[in-house]
């Protein structure tokens, strides 16, 4: 709620929203600036703009997301629901603010996802910049140290997220909104490990494939650089996904 009370105070042309536990990347702010100027981006336009985002580890290990994805004509929203891109920080018109609906309800976390997916509902145009735009410290903010409740709270997150962008007016694919249902399923079988819910797991990832969007930012390198992780180095290990 805290967040969504402060949606009407800018008053500037471009507002910058940051995940509150992360921090700006270097050189950010004046790539972004650079951006609008040499483009001529129009301030009564309704866009955002992107770029990567750093996890980093205590040891010196760093993973960078490309969001490079935005590149191709796939529309971002359906990007972001399938977690191909992601806005841990994203620069947006005011305009695109002033579209925003407070839809938290009361609740905190298992509204953030609501709140994040109205940046790509209300922006007409997206952009993206190959610079680091926000920095996370894997392992220091309050959702690495959830109890079990806390965790399982989290189920909801995915069936409300697809809740309110249809009250919102989203259109949404019929295979994105299994791959919410997918989604869901997943977390349920990881508390439970029911075989009710991995075989529920199994036919919604098999209803909402999509070869045009599944076969973006497949993952392999992230699953690398996890098994990796794990194994004794001297050097920190830069993986680029």
Known sequence: MNLEQVWSMPTGDIVYTLAGDDECGDG????VTDYVRNNNLSMIDRFCIYGDYRCQ???????????????????SLR????????????CSSIEVLRQFSRVSMGRSHIAESA??????????????????GNVYHVGVGVSSHLSLNDR?????IRQY???????????????????????????RFKFNHELFSLLQMIKYRVLSFDFRIDILKFGYKKKLFSILRRLPHKRPLHFVV
């Open 28 to 31: 950010w702010l004046k790539a």
């Open 57 to 75: 580890y205590p040891n010196g290990d760093s993973l960078v997301f490309r969001n490079n994805a935005l590149n191709t004509k796939i529309d």
């Open 79 to 90: 990007l972001a629901n399938r977690n191909k891109i992601g806005n841990r920080s994203v």
């Open 115 to 132: 709140q994040a997916r109205q940046f790509q509902l209300f922006s007409d145009r997206d952009y993206y910049i190959p610079v680091v």
């Open 152 to 156: 399982l709270d989290r189920l909801g």
């Open 161 to 187: 997220t697809k809740e309110v962008l249809l009250k919102l007016g989203a259109q949404i694919p019929r295979k994105d909104l299994f791959f919410f249902d997918y989604c869901s399923a997943r977390v």
